[in-house]
């Protein structure tokens, strides 16, 4: 089926970015065929179906580079006992008992709720890492009918770590990657690992030899704390990188997400590795861990992208948080205006070249059909030179009218089309008290 998404205003994306008023996007099956002036493209296919897109800008899905669906649940559950007062506690007391109480409908909610705030959000590629000791086995099966039903991409993988049971997950990893094989574009698989304060060295080189063996990269929390860097320098006397390093964790397909407490030499080690490493300011905020150093790792040409960490699944929000926060830290209000969006627009789509064989995040003949429609008429004129001006400051408050991912129109008009939102919010209300009451009986 040929589409013509016409009449609005096309940013391209990719490295040359090209500013189209009253443009076209065509797309047929799972892929773009043309992009160009609305006119020429009713011309060139007066055949295909129109897709109205006046007073709107059609733009490339965007990604997030690090998800976790299964967080969906913990949003208004009180925390018992006292407040957190440091990450390690927050893990102790939240999420260390959330995972474990997850039961089967509440893996398959937990990431259909988030894969409709996605679609809202016109974000159509996820790289997601999931955990569910309660409920483990086949858990990554159900995430992936879900993201299949929803009709966005996702790379899954499961969270390794030995905090409850020597190795738990590494089956559910590895039966996964063997499954998905090369993927087939949709779908992709890495061998998940929660952190190195939670994984003995046993249990990192057998993940790494299982990953090696099917050429997956390892999605990693790295230094998120200063409590991962100092438990790394306690018990095996090196920083966190260079353990990491050392088991063979590093590597151009693998992702170190967070990287705030790291020194220089471990920020050397992930650009000679082409590690890549992903930023997620929000939820840095959240947990008042500290500041990635954004601009070091980027002057060392380390592929830096943007995940939410469970925090939302809206980028645009996101990419303005890393804009303010940067600016904050630096105390310097001529930075983050180009690096924002790039992590965004350009880094993201690199990493997930590595993930899915795929050119995401641009609007070009040949290139997957992933778009994020946006009700947006610029107040001022827009043209390539001022874009990221409208982006930061105009189209991260505007609303995503159309989404489609891999050809297929997943919201429309903003109703979503692929899942019955209403019902499985109501759904997920039964369950979710009955979740909370489960977490409460958990020992910590
Ligand atoms: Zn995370």
């Not at 999931?130 to 966005?152: F, N, T």
């Not at 738990?168 to 499954?179: D, L, V």
């Not at 350009?346 to 064989?357: H, K, S």
């Amino acid at each position: 089926m040929t589409i013509r998404f016409e009449n609005g205003i096309v940013v391209t994306g990719g490295l040359n970015s090209k500013v189209l008023w009253n443009g076209a996007v065509v797309t047929e099956g799972e892929t773009i065929v043309a992009v160009g002036d609305a006119t020429a493209m009713k011309n060139q296919f007066p055949e295909a179906e129109a897709v109205e897109c006046k007073g709107m800008m059609i733009l490339p899905g965007f990604i997030c580079t690090h998800h976790h669906f299964y967080s969906t649940m913990a949003r208004g559950m009180a925390i018992p006992g006292e407040p957190a007062s440091n990450f390690v506690q927050i893990l102790e007391r939240l999420w260390w008992k959330l995972d474990r109480a997850l039961l089967e409908e509440d893996i398959t909610l937990s990431a259909q709720i988030p894969l409709i705030e996605c679609i809202r959000a016109g974000t159509t590629t996820v790289i997601d890492h999931h955990a569910s000791p309660g409920m483990r086995d086949g858990s990554l099966d159900l995430i992936e009918k879900a993201v299949r039903q929803a009709g966005l991409r996702a790379s899954l993988c499961y969270e390794v770590s030995d905090r409850n049971v020597a190795g738990g997950g590494i089956e559910e990893n590895e039966w996964f990657i063997k499954k998905i094989g090369r993927g087939d574009g949709q779908i992709a698989a890495m061998m998940g690992l929660h952190a190195s304060f939670t994984l003995t060295d046993a249990t990192l080189e057998k993940c790494v030899g299982i990953a090696r063996d099917a050429g997956v990269g390892c999605h990693i929390h790295v230094a998120e704390d200063a409590a991962d860097r100092e438990d790394s320098i306690q018990k095996y006397r090196m920083p966190t990188v260079n353990r990491l390093q050392k088991w063979g964790v590093t590597g151009e397909k693998s992702i170190f997400v967070h990287c705030v407490h790291i020194d220089e030499t471990e920020m050397d080690l992930i650009a000679s590795t082409k590690t890549s490493v992903v930023h997620n300011p929000e939820s840095n905020m959240n947990n008042a861990v500290g500041v990635t150093r954004l601009f070091e790792l980027l002057k060392r040409g380390v592929l830096v992208g943007l995940g939410t960490d469970g925090m939302s699944s809206n980028m645009l929000a996101q990419m303005r948080c890393a804009y303010l926060l940067h600016r904050l830290a630096n105390q310097d209000p001529r930075v983050a205006f180009l690096e924002a969006p790039q992590l965004l627009l350009q880094n993201n789509a690199d990493i997930c070249e590595r993930q899915f064989g795929l050119r995401l995040g641009e609007l070009a003949q040949g290139r997957p059909a992933d778009l994020a429609i946006m009700n947006y008429i610029p107040p001022t004129p827009l043209t390539e030179a001022n874009f990221l001006g409208h982006l930061i400051f105009g189209l991260v408050h505007a609303r995503v009218d159309t989404t489609v991912c891999r050809g297929k129109i997943l919201m429309r008009n903003g109703k979503i089309l692929t899942l019955d939102e209403e019902q499985l919010a109501a759904r997920s209300r039964e369950l979710a008290p009955k979740m909370w009451q489960r977490l409460q009986g958990l020992a910590a």
